[in-house]
């Protein structure tokens, strides 16, 4: 069984940078797709960022480029999300989520994702 586990939110004020941390373990030698999700009050989750364990790319949705950055550690099964620049409206439960990358093809969407973590809570003050 895949389980995910976040690590590296915490309180921040405006400007400042956290990285986060997701740690997977259970995992098939098989390629997945994972995923960093974020649900802020009131809205729906959405898509951050995400790297495919098949070839080590990464991609940081449109809202967040040049601010967050993805990377991946395969050797520790790890995924990482530098966030600099911080700004209140990015307080929100981070999320991780991950899937069998089995077409190829990286969703966006969170109900596509089977495993997610508990989830690591970032607040920006300002």
């Known amino acids: 069984q895949v389980q995910l586990v976040e690590s590296g939110g915490g309180s921040v004020q405006a400007g400042g940078s956290l990285r986060l941390s997701c740690a997977a373990s259970g995992y098939t030698n098989k390629a997945y797709c994972m995923a960093w999700f974020r649900q802020r009050p009131g809205k729906e989750r959405e898509a951050v960022a995400r790297?495919?364990?098949?070839?080590?790319?990464?991609y940081v949705y449109d809202s967040m480029k040049g601010r967050f950055t993805a990377s991946q550690d395969n050797a520790k099964n790890t995924l990482y999300l530098q966030m600099n620049s911080l700004k209140s409206e990015d307080t929100a439960m981070y999320y991780c989520?991950?899937?069998?990358?089995?077409?190829?093809?990286?969703?966006?969407?969170?109900?596509?994702?089977?495993?997610w973590g508990q989830g690591t809570q970032v607040t920006v003050s300002s």
């Open positions: 989520a991950a899937h069998l990358l089995g077409s190829g093809v990286c969703w966006s969407s969170a109900g596509r994702y089977d495993y």
């Open positions: 790297s495919s364990t098949r070839d080590g790319s990464t």
